[in-house]
């Protein structure tokens, strides 16, 4: 069964607007992490935003936030006032609980900024 | 500068031949990992180890093999039983810990069987 669900195969925003990109997952443990990278066309992950299960508070770094609904198993991506270089593959992944450090990864959302 | 190597960046192979991916991290993390991504498939999980001497097989295992004799070091041998092989193949790593951290990864290798 898919552990991470990314529904949205591409998207397209206007500079300047913001964007959800959207991730649910599943696991019927309390403990796990949930993160987002951004792979542009160069091929290279990039680190964007972790939101812990028990983190009380919405993650944000930058421009970057995450929605985080943890009964509704949902962990969107949102991305304000876009920029052109924000135009790549989002992944959204979790770090599985257990004791095994599995970190597995949704199938992704390209998402293209239009000037 | 920390960070980790994947080698070659381009790798051709014959059919039935086996060839070894290197990955290699400074970065003192205990897991590694490998990914391999397809157009469409996002990146699905081969392999990954917590510890030296010890790994576990990832949601796509069959075809491939690891070894993890070193920290730093976390090696992956697609073999010839791996029917389709032509991918783009990522290693990452992360501290492990009571706090989760990212994983950080390679430049990635593209693999292409010719």
């Known amino acids: 069964a898919q552990k991470i669900t990314q529904t949205q195969p591409g998207m397209f925003v206007q500079e300047k607007e913001a964007v959800t990109l959207d991730c649910t997952y599943d696991?019927?443990?309390?403990?796990?992490?949930l993160f987002w990278y951004k792979q542009p066309s160069s091929g290279e992950m990039i680190f964007l935003i972790y939101q812990g299960s028990y983190d009380e508070q919405n993650a944000t770094e930058g421009r970057y936030s995450l929605n985080f609904q943890k009964a509704r198993k949902s962990a969107n991506l949102v991305i304000s006032a876009s920029q052109l270089g924000d135009s790549a593959m989002y992944f959204c992944?979790?770090?599985?609980?257990?004791?095994?450090?599995?970190?597995?990864f949704g199938i992704g959302t390209k998402l293209q900024v239009i000037p | 500068d920390g960070g980790i190597t994947q080698s070659p960046k381009y790798l051709f192979r014959k059919e039935g031949q086996n060839v070894t991916l290197s990955c290699e991290q400074n970065?003192?993390?205990?897991?590694m990992y490998w990914y391999r991504q397809d157009p469409g498939q996002g990146l699905r999980l081969i392999y990954y180890?917590?510890?030296?001497?010890?790994?576990q097989k990832g949601d796509i295992a069959e075809g491939y093999s690891v070894s993890r004799e070193k920290k730093e070091s976390f090696p992956l041998t697609v073999t010839s039983a791996q029917k389709n092989p032509t991918a783009f193949y990522l290693c990452a790593s992360r501290r492990t810990g009571p706090q989760n951290t990212e994983a950080f990864f390679g430049q990635g290798t593209r693999l292409t069987v010719v």
């Open positions: 970065l003192n993390h205990d897991a």
């Open positions: 180890s917590q510890i030296v001497n010890d790994f």
């Open positions: 696991t019927s443990d309390q403990s796990y992490g």
């Open positions: 992944a979790m770090r599985e609980p257990g004791g095994y450090q599995k970190v597995t």
